[in-house]
């Protein structure tokens, strides 16, 4: 059986810091990390999601964590077609231009294929110290099963090689009818780790919570099952706290998934407050010792 991994997609969140869950001792960006990760043995970072880091972020990244300790890095929203704030594009790089967010057809080629090089260039203090987990993409909502769409999984693969890519879908028409076996079979060909989730059900970025192996590594994420899942409040849409039998009856599927891979990555993504990290921890003291 592989090791399972638990973590939680944030550890700066400003309602976490509100929550207590931190002791006053860790006062300081570089005490939280320390602290966090004596707790955990991995992270997500989404903030880059939102902007690319700075390779002398990750470096402090690597400078703060103990050894072994691994981060799992959202990609930036611009390489996986969602809205990007123009603010958020590097500054020698952003286009002139009156619109608010902008996709990468609104960049020059180049400028998009520096946007992708800085992105990865930035990670090389993680992939020194061995402390890169994977690159997550989480696609949009409009990203459907057609073609190009999956010569571009194939690309972004490509792009990052040889570092490790996970992927997380979000459109019902990957795993409707047959399309579920179709979906999974090219991932497994094409040895991609895909993101199991849970979340609520019925939408149309509902996917369901197929927990299955495509390579060596396994990643599931909990988005928790909020009834306000179409808020556009963030701790709305994922302030939901699993109680500890919905954890429990977790446990036997994650230890299957586990002896289908080297290494499976559970993250707690209902980041309000602490309810991800008392998760964690609740879905750590449920797992068998020495997973």
Not at 66 to 90: C, D, Q
Not at 99 to 109: A, E, G, Q
Not at 209 to 226: E, I, K, N, W, Y
Request: net charge neutral.
């Amino acid at each position: 059986m592989g090791r399972i991994l638990v973590g939680t997609a944030s550890w700066t969140d400003k309602t976490l810091l509100a929550s207590g869950w931190y002791p006053e001792s860790a006062n300081t960006a570089e005490k939280r990390l320390a602290y966090y990760a004596r707790q955990f043995p991995l992270v997500e970072v989404d903030a880059t999601y939102y902007s690319p880091p700075a390779e002398s972020t990750a470096q402090l990244w690597v400078d703060r964590s103990p050894p072994g300790f691994l981060f799992n890095i959202k990609a930036f929203s611009l390489l996986t077609g969602h809205p990007t704030k123009v603010s958020a594009i590097y500054k020698d790089l952003r286009p002139e231009t009156e619109k608010r967010n902008i996709y990468p057809d609104d960049l020059t080629p180049q400028a998009y294929e520096d946007v992708w090089t800085r992105f990865l260039s930035a990670l090389d203090p993680l992939v020194a110290a061995g402390k890169l987990g994977a690159i997550l993409f989480q696609f949009p909502p409009w990203f459907t099963i057609r073609r190009s769409n999956k010569q571009y999984l194939l690309e972004v693969a490509k792009r990052c090689s040889p570092l490790r890519i996970a992927v997380e879908l979000r459109h019902e028409s990957w795993f409707a009818g047959d399309n579920q076996a179709e979906t999974l079979d090219f991932l497994r060909k094409h040895h991609l780790p895909y993101v199991s989730v849970d979340m609520p059900q019925g939408y149309k970025s509902s996917i369901p919570p197929v927990l299955t192996a495509t390579s060596d590594l396994a990643v599931v994420r909990f988005h928790g099952h909020s009834d306000k899942w179409t808020s556009k409040d963030i701790y709305e849409k994922f302030g939901y706290l699993y109680s500890e039998p919905e954890l429990k009856s977790w446990v036997p599927k994650l230890a299957k998934l586990a002896q289908e891979t080297a290494q499976t990555h559970v993250l707690m993504n209902n980041c309000r407050g602490d309810f991800a990290q008392r998760n964690a921890q609740t879905l750590t003291d449920l797992l068998p010792s020495g997973d």
